[in-house]
């Protein structure tokens, strides 16, 4: 069946969706930031080193509740039922509630638990591994739902408010509509002052715990008005206001227990005293919270990458072939090596990037998303590379397993709840093009105006002179480093070298990004593949810089040092490898040959097959519904 109904075209131009982007960055370096020093071929490593640690009171305080919650996850959760029934039981969530889940990282005076980031992402990991679908649920309710904005951004009143309900009620962050995806500039939903109120109207698609939430925080836009700047704009909504109806929950290939949903308004008040800052900084407060919150979304491919370790060493010594254990045949043997190293390395990040937000002493805007995008991607690469070991077992599904007398380990599913990580919260194309413009910050701000095809020119000349002083003072910097003296970063022993290695690495990726905007300049953000790999690389320098920066701190024995090592093994090849299509690559003939297709020029490719999608527009309507829909919104007790 084919599937019918014309595109949507945008009514905001390219430039104007890049200005509210802009707008809603945060410019501003107040405090140091190993990631942006990275990029620049400054390898900071005394802002990583020593490793930072919780104090004392937090650790206590963070373990004992693990001990808690593991009890509780070993005792009273059935992933298989979650999976089986594609829904998180009530008693679940309630007994979670009464753990004191939901204020995992709420100060003890609102209520909360008052988690450290660091053990608020070791408790992600733990009920994550157990199933996902939780991991979601928690996460989608503290790291981007009420609780963050509010703590981050919102008055004394409101957290007195808010905070304490948020200890024991579900949230959900809603941004996302049928038309609006990374670009919030074609954001639809309405909210329209009316007296000491808002009206909001609007639909809101892939509402992560929507379908059971008590609180809502809403983006819209706040029309320009006299005495009103307007724009993007947070509230805090009851999700059981008058005109909210949560018309469908929505169904994934993975996930199966995700409480997902799309939700309608329709002329819903909210008091003006619910809105989160200022008019027209909703998009920020949804971007600075996400700078943290996104940490969340690593340590859920963590969890699982840990499991699939678990899984792979006890399947490859189990399993013999041609008179061997498959995991010492060479082939296999690859993949344990790439799960082990990996899964170390994506913990180390993790952990890194926690502590540095606890210590609160540096910019981690760059870190979050590095770990974010390494944990999505290596966290699918282990999922896949399981499954593989696994063979046909790892295809076949945990109840039919058991079935058959055979133990039923959950391969598939995990491959299938990680998939989405790499589109969650920023997909991994996203994450490239923002932290590469975070990458490039020092280079526009002094030579912006010169690729800036409206910057007059006294503009251009203004910039040129501040370029030039920039410049001559930086490309010298980035000739020669420790890196090049073997006796550099000795107190890390047989890791120095990998750490010499990163340092080399840094002034190259800086001296390459240079190359490529004095080739392009203000062509460059249209080369979106070759910033990928900037950023690529700028992510596994990250990830064995913090790999070699646990494995210093926590010797045991030597393992940690020895599964380190083998990572920046496995990282260097990687990175070479980068380096090299940086330049050598089919970039050029890929993007002509897509234009092609995409003005039907090979259409004829497609014959001989059928469609069997289900009719209907590729994008829903924002108008009307096929008739009245049925609210399926079911708060739990």
């Known amino acids: 069946m084919t599937v019918t109904g014309s595109s949507q075209r945008s009514e905001v131009t390219e430039r104007q969706a890049r200005e509210v982007a802009e707008q809603a960055r945060e410019t501003q370096w107040d405090r140091p930031s190993f990631g942006k020093e990275l ?45 089986r029934d594609a829904q998180v039981p009530d008693e679940v969530v309630r007994g979670l509630r009464e753990l004191g889940a939901f204020g995992m990282k709420i100060g003890t005076e609102y209520g909360g638990v008052g988690l450290s980031q660091v053990y608020y992402n070791k408790a992600l ?54 038309d609006v995806g990374s670009d919030p500039a074609r954001l639809h939903t309405t909210a329209t002052p009316d ?61 199966r227990g995700i409480e997902n949903g799309v939700t309608r308004f329709t002329q819903v008040r909210v008091p003006a005293a619910n809105r989160i800052g200022k008019e027209g900084q909703g998009l920020k407060i949804a971007l600075s919270t996400l700078n943290v919150g996104r940490l969340s979304l690593p340590a859920v491919c963590a969890g699982s990458a840990k499991w699939c370790l678990k899984i792979a060493r006890e399947w490859s ?48 805007r760059i870190e979050a998303a590095l770990a974010k995008l390494y944990g999505s991607e290596m966290g699918w690469l282990i999922a896949d590379e399981l499954v593989q070991i696994r063979g ?62 409206e910057a007059d020119v006294k503009r251009k000349a203004r910039a040129a002179a501040k370029a030039g002083k920039f410049y001559g003072r930086w490309l010298p ?10 006796t550099s970063f000795g107190e890390f022993g047989q890791l120095a070298g990998h750490l010499r290695f990163v340092e080399r690495a840094s002034r190259r990726l800086a001296r390459s990004t240079f190359y490529a905007m004095s080739r392009w300049q203000g062509g460059l953000e249209k080369r979106q593949r070759f910033l990928g ?14 790999t070699c920066v646990r494995a210093q701190r926590d010797p045991r024995d030597g393992a940690a040092a020895e599964l380190a090592d083998a ?38 490719v497609e014959e001989g097959v059928l469609d069997p999608s289900i009719e209907g527009p590729w994008i829903a309507s924002h108008g009307n519904t096929d008739g009245e829909r049925k609210n399926v919104h079911r708060p739990i007790p």
């Open 39 to 83: 990029f620049l071929g400054r390898f900071r490593l005394d802002l990583v080193h020593p490793h930072p640690t919780g104090d004392p009171a937090s650790v206590e305080r963070g373990e004992a509740f693990l001990a808690r919650l593991r009890e509780f996850c070993e005792t009273q959760i059935d992933s298989a039922e979650i999976e």
């Open 125 to 178: 990991m733990l009920v994550g591994s157990v199933n996902p679908s939780l991991g979601a649920l928690l996460s989608a309710h503290q790291s981007i739902g009420v609780p963050q904005p509010i703590k981050m951004f919102g008055t004394e009143e409101q957290k007195k408010t808010w905070l304490p309900r948020c200890t024991r009620e579900i949230s959900a962050f809603l941004l996302t509509e049928p």
């Open 195 to 255: 007296g000491d109120d808002y009206v909001l109207d609007g639909v809101k698609l892939w509402t992560t715990n929507g379908v059971v939430a008590d609180l809502l925080v809403v983006m819209a836009q706040v029309p320009k008005g006299e005495g009103r700047r307007g724009g993007i704009t947070a509230f805090v909504v009851e999700a059981d206001a008058p005109g909210i109806v949560v018309e469908n929950r929505n169904a994934f290939m993975g996930l």
């Open 317 to 364: 010594r189990e399993r013999v072939q041609w008179g061997r254990p498959v995991g010492e045949h060479e082939a296999v043997a690859g993949k344990v090596a790439f799960i082990a190293a990996t899964a170390y390395a994506m913990e180390a990040m993790l952990e890194l990037a926690s502590e540095m937000a606890d210590e609160d002493r540096t910019d981690i």
């Open 392 to 453: 046909g077992r790892g295809f076949e599904k945990a109840e039919s397993l058991a079935a058959r007398g055979e133990r039923g380990v959950p391969a598939e599913q995990v491959l299938r709840d990680m998939r989405i990580n790499r589109i969650f919260e920023g997909s991994t194309e996203i994450m490239h093009l923002l932290i590469a413009r975070e990458a490039v910050d020092a280079h526009l701000a002094v030579a912006g105006d010169i690729i800036d095809p």
């Open 477 to 486: 910097t980035l000739v020669a480093g420790k890196g090049q003296l073997p």
């Open 533 to 546: 790999r900037i950023v690529d690389i700028g992510a596994e320098l990250f990830a064995m810089s913090a």
């Open 567 to 604: 990572f920046c093994q496995q990282a260097r090849v990687r990175v070479d490898e980068l380096f090299g299509r940086l330049w050598d690559n089919s970039d050029d003939s890929d993007r002509a040959l897509a234009r092609q297709v995409l003005a039907d020029r090979y259409t004829w």
